[in-house]
T-cell receptor, first 112, second 113 residues
Framework: DTAVSQTPKYLVTQMGNDKSIKCEQN?????MYWYKQDSKKFLKIMFS???????INETVPNRFSPKSPDKAHLNLHINSLELGDSAVYFC???????????FGPGTRLTVL | AQSVTQLGSHVSVSEGALVLLRCNYS??????LFWYVQYPNQGLQLLLK??????LVKGINGFEAEFKKSETSFHLTKPSAHMSDAAEYFC???????????FGAGTRLAVHP
C-alpha cells in the first residue's frame, strides 16, 4: 500500500510539449505539496494545496499549473516545456494535525 | 527569511566510524527542524524531527540530532556508520504558517569499508 504515489516515474519529452504529473495520497491528509529537485539535488517548494485550495504559490513560471480535483490528488501540468524544467518533482502530503510531510517517490522529468 | 545551511556537500567515513552531518538554521524564533534521508532514485524519508520538546532527538536507523539554540544548529550524528547509511541527507526547517519546508542543499554521505 503506497502512501503517496506519483505517475509517471520517468518522463522524457521534447521542448515545447505539454505534460502532466499526477500525485495521489491514501493517507487521508488534507494538505499536499509539489517540490522540485534540480540537478544539484537542491529541493524547493513550488505549490501547496489545503482542502483543494491553493495556499502556497512560490515564484514559479505560470507555465506550471497545479490542479487538485479532490483532497487525495494534486496534479501538476506544465505547458511549453523548457530544458530548465528537467528535474525530479516530488509530491508530499501532510495531515492538518501533524508537522510531518510524507513524500512520494518522485517523477524524473527530462526535457530534450 | 528562513534559511538552512548544511556544511559539507560530501562527507566520507569508514564503516564503524562516527557520522556527523552539520546543519545550521537562521531564524530569530527556533523553528521546527527535520532531517530527511534520500536513497538513490528514491523519495525522501523522515529520519527525525525537533518540535521544541527534548533537545536531543532520536530517530530511525540509530541516528540522533541535538538542537542547540545558542549555536542555531541541529547536527545529525550516528555513533557507528554502516554501509547502508550511504545516501543523501537533507536538513529542513518549517517556514511560515503553512508548514512550508525550507531545505538545506544536502550532504552526500559515503561509507567505505
Amino acid at each position: 500500500d503506497t502512501a503517496v504515489s506519483q505517475t509517471p516515474k520517468y518522463l522524457v519529452t521534447q521542448m515545447g510539449n505539454d505534460k502532466s504529473i499526477k500525485c495521489e495520497q491514501n493517507l487521508g491528509h488534507d494538505t499536499m505539496y509539489w517540490y522540485k529537485q534540480d540537478s544539484k539535488k537542491f529541493l524547493k517548494i513550488m505549490f501547496s494545496y489545503n482542502n483543494k485550495e491553493l495556499i502556497i504559490n512560490e515564484t514559479v513560471p505560470n507555465r506550471f499549473s497545479p490542479k487538485s480535483p479532490d483532497k487525495a490528488h494534486l496534479n501538476l501540468h506544465i505547458n511549453s516545456l523548457e530544458l530548465g524544467d528537467s528535474a525530479v518533482y516530488f509530491c508530499a502530503s501532510r495531515s492538518g494535525g501533524s508537522d510531518e510531510q510524507f513524500f512520494g517517490p518522485g517523477t524524473r522529468l527530462t526535457v530534450l | 527569511a528562513q534559511s538552512v545551511t548544511q556544511l559539507g556537500s560530501h562527507v566520507s567515513v569508514s564503516e564503524g566510524a562516527l557520522v556527523l552531518l552539520r546543519c545550521n538554521y537562521s531564524s530569530s524564533v527556533p523553528p521546527y527542524l527535520f532531517w530527511y534521508v534520500q536513497y538513490p532514485n528514491q523519495g525522501l524519508q523522515l529520519l527525525l524531527k525537533y518540535t521544541s520538546a527534548a533537545t536531543l532527538v532520536k530517530g530511525i536507523n540509530g541516528f540522533e540530532a541535538e538542537f542547540k539554540k545558542s549555536e542555531t544548529s541541529f547536527h545529525l550524528t550516528k555513533p557507528s556508520a554502516h554501509m547502508s547509511d550511504a545516501a543523501e541527507y537533507f536538513c529542513a526547517a518549517f517556514s511560515g504558517g503553512y508548514n512550508k519546508l525550507i531545505f538545506g542543499a544536502g550532504t552526500r554521505l559515503a561509507v567505505h569499508p
